[in-house]
């Protein structure tokens, strides 16, 4: 009964802040793509231990650390400021409401957040992976329309793994719906390879589809 309850608890944030932040057409357009989902996803996967051996690290190659874009593990306080000082309202800068997560990483300049990943472990609610202790998700990353194309996402994707290598994590995942080129094509520039897929199912916004339990992929 507990997972029903934060997966109902979940949606309803969503929705209220999608219902606040966006207008009448774009909610509606939005829960019409959210009540019925049949998306084939694609399971990616790096394994820490292989990163000195693969070259795989935080790199910048390609990003303009000249002026000051730094890759970084954000803070919450950091992140809510920006959000007020911009007006900036994509949810997936507001995971650690919908979720309970903590941790992520930011590539960002001054003044702005230019991209955000979220990292879950086993004891955070996903709706995806079945994960042990050793594992990690990295979840909802986005770049915002004007930064991409920097490499940003694989420079963060680099970092986030090798901070969590240094945190014991052996197997990190990531799941990308099958048509997303773009992030397929980041993901494994930062060295993540596919590993297995699953289909994600809704009817009537109700989640059928069963969690794919990593253990048996590895």
Not at 33 to 53: E, K, M
């Amino acid at each position: 009964m507990m997972k029903y309850d934060k997966k109902i608890g979940r949606a309803i944030k969503l929705l209220s802040d999608l219902f606040k932040n966006h207008t009448f057409i774009d909610f509606i357009k939005t829960i019409k793509t959210a009540i019925f989902r049949n998306d084939l996803i694609y399971v990616f996967a790096i394994d820490t231990d292989a990163l000195i051996q693969n070259g795989s690290g935080n790199s910048l190659h390609g990003i303009d650390a000249e002026h000051g874009v730094v890759i970084k593990k954000g803070d919450i306080n950091e992140l809510n400021d920006f959000c007020n000082r911009t007006g900036e309202n994509a949810w997936e800068f507001k995971c650690y409401k919908y979720d309970g997560v903590k941790d992520f990483f930011i590539a960002r300049d001054a003044n702005t957040i230019r991209c955000i990943t979220w990292i879950y472990r086993k004891d955070d609610f996903n709706r995806f992976l079945i994960m042990g202790e050793e594992d990690a998700l990295l979840q909802y990353g986005l770049t915002l329309p004007q930064y991409r194309g920097q490499r940003l996402l694989p420079a963060v994707l680099q970092a986030i793994a090798k901070y969590l290598k240094n945190q014991g994590c052996k197997k990190v995942y990531g799941l990308i719906e099958c048509r997303n080129d773009a992030s397929i094509k980041s993901t494994t520039r930062a060295g993540f390879v596919k590993v297995g897929q699953m289909r994600l199912i809704k009817i009537f916004g109700i989640q059928i589809s069963r969690k794919l339990d990593v253990s048996k992929i590895s």
